[in-house]
């Protein structure tokens, strides 16, 4: 591996930032998943439709309306910058909070589906023994939904990890700040220095690889523990 300084560099940023974002995400995406699982308000289909729109909204434009956003003439760029904290835009924090936006429905639909799966039998039946409602999720919708919030942990690190479009338009290409792994390579393939650029993809392909099996054999043992807790 040919990996100079600032590769090292970009790759702990991005760790950092994957980190970030991931832990936020389990905050705030799990009341998320539970309302969206257990609602039968009119409100679920919209809120759905806007968890999911990073799936199939081109990174550029949802990074361009970020953008604005969080800019001095935003509306979230002027409450910052009433609190003194000036504006995001080619900040780290910038960088995670769109980070969180284009992850959430890598995160909240794995949780989403777990919770529906365990069905109000299970919560009915602890409810029936005096257990409260934070007593009922955390010795009875965690446990089941373990799977889903692993799953949700994994996927939304690993698609952090792999962010382009977006993290360029909001987090800029300033070193030891906002270049993560993906504009680094980037950087090395407009400079026209494939080795690099070559050794760096290597780490990020290997670390995918390995991400996706570790999730796929979790899943295979969850499955079939499942399948033996039902016989």
């Known amino acids: ?115 529906e799966a365990i069905g109000n039998r299970p919560l009915e039946v602890a409810a029936t023994l005096r257990a409260g409602p934070i007593d009922r999720f955390f010795s009875v919708v965690i446990p089941l939904a373990k799977p889903g919030f692993i799953t949700a942990a994994v996927l939304g690190f690993a698609h952090t990890v792999g962010e382009f479009g977006i993290v360029l338009m909001i987090g800029g290409n300033i070193t030891g700040e906002t270049k993560v792994v993906s504009v680094q390579i980037y950087d090395h393939v407009e400079a026209l220095d494939y080795l690099k650029a070559h050794s760096l993809s290597a780490v990020m392909l290997i670390f995918s690889f390995t991400v996706l099996l570790a999730l796929y054999c979790f899943k295979k043992d969850a499955s079939a523990l499942t399948v033996w807790d039902g016989k």
């Open 1 to 115: 591996m040919n990996l100079t300084h600032d590769d090292l560099q970009t790759i702990w940023l991005t760790i950092q930032l994957a980190s970030t974002v991931t832990s936020l995400l389990l905050v705030v995406g799990t009341p998320l998943a539970w309302w969206l699982a257990k609602t039968s308000s009119w409100l679920k289909g919209p809120i759905s439709a806007v968890v999911a729109l990073p799936l199939v909204l081109p990174p550029t434009v949802l990074g361009f309306y970020l953008l604005m956003t969080m800019g001095p003439n935003g509306v979230v760029g002027q409450f910052t910058e009433s609190l003194g904290l000036g504006t995001l835009p080619f900040t780290f924090w910038g960088l995670v909070i769109a980070s969180m936006v284009y992850s959430l429905p890598f995160v909240v639909q794995p949780i989403q589906n777990s919770i």
